[in-house]
């Protein structure tokens, strides 16, 4: 059996409290990071991207509202937070009309739902964020809760690669 790439087995190596942070990182739902946990070890990068995603799938709605919570709004990363400002470059050299726009969006889309608006936004330009957002504020509650949970699994399984590369960032 070939042995997992260095990243996976740095990763498999980890103190349980060590690997439990780290998965926190990646999706702030204590729920998912437990799941994701008790698999170790993983052989292949797939199978931790598939416990991954079944965590996600597994989410209650307690779970989705503290995985959602972890995630700051479109067009405001958090300060020293490399993750987010990596995944939202699209957003930062955007025209102040378009990020005036995302922000009033933002507002109206966690006043409709109860909670930030999430999308995969890696390699999304501005105005393709801002189209999401228009697009799925008409969506039921049911319908977006659902949209949202998979693009949190989206936004994981980036997160869990880079994990695996050994990226710290």
Not at 28 to 43: C, I, K, N, S, T
Request: charged share 25%; proline share 10%.
């Amino acid at each position: 059996m070939t042995p997992p790439p260095p990243g996976l087995a740095r990763f498999n190596a980890l103190p349980e409290p060590a690997a439990h942070a780290a998965l926190r990182e990646i999706c702030a739902a204590p729920a998912w990071a437990d799941r994701v946990l008790a698999a170790r070890p993983y052989m292949t990068p797939e199978e931790l991207y598939d416990a991954g995603e079944a965590a996600v799938l597994a989410l209650d709605d307690g779970g989705l509202d503290a995985a959602f919570a972890g995630h700051p709004p479109i067009g405001r990363p958090r300060p020293g937070d490399p993750a987010s400002a990596r995944e939202q470059r699209g957003m930062a050299d955007a025209d102040p009309a378009l990020k005036a726009e995302m922000l009033e969006l933002n507002l109206a889309y966690q006043e409709r739902f109860g909670h930030v608006f999430l999308i995969c936004a890696t390699g999304l330009t501005a105005a393709r964020m801002r189209d999401a957002a228009r697009e799925r504020i008409g969506n039921t509650p049911e319908r977006e809760r659902e949209i949202a949970r998979g693009e949190l699994g989206r936004i994981n399984r980036i997160r869990l690669a880079r994990l695996v590369e050994g990226d710290p960032a």
